[in-house]
């Protein structure tokens, strides 16, 4: 057993992250998202939500402070659908960075997704609630 990690944080993630280096990204994806035939490496956290699978991660790893290090996967034009996740989304990041969440364009977000790291799958119910994360370093 190992302490201070989340419970939440299955063993196959604690190694990717372990592994990831600085500007190395990883994508939180919700249910819709096509994980596995996007990601590189692919975690299975189907019975988490975004914001619980957030917050455990941001615990673990610093972000990046030279370039943005968060991002949302952005509404398709024309699509109204409430997206209230990104308000919590946004309070949960508060309590690791000061910088706010940029935008990426729906198939722009999934490009950068074939890029990534990994991509954890989560049972995220909520639309558009797709978190890509830079990783930073580890200063001290």
């Known amino acids: 057993m190992l302490k201070n990690i989340p419970k939440i944080i299955p063993p196959d993630l604690l190694k990717i992250l372990c592994e990831m280096g600085h500007g190395d990204e990883i994508v939180i994806a919700d249910g819709n998202f096509p994980a ?22 941001l615990e673990l790893i610093p972000l990046d402070t030279y370039q ?32 706010n969440f940029e935008y990426i364009e729906r198939f722009a ?23 890509l994360i830079k990783k930073g370093v580890i200063a001290e």
């Open 36 to 57: 596995a035939s996007v990601g590189q490496r692919v975690v299975y956290m189907c019975g988490n939500g975004g914001c619980e699978v957030l917050k455990a991660v």
């Open 109 to 131: 977000f999934y490009e950068r997704a074939k890029k990534a790291y990994a991509v954890i799958s989560t049972g995220e119910s909520a639309l558009y609630a797709n978190v």
């Open 68 to 99: 943005k290090p968060l991002y949302l996967m952005a509404k398709t034009q024309g699509d109204d659908t409430p997206t209230p996740i990104w308000d919590e989304y946004s309070e949960i990041a508060k309590q690791y960075t000061t910088e």
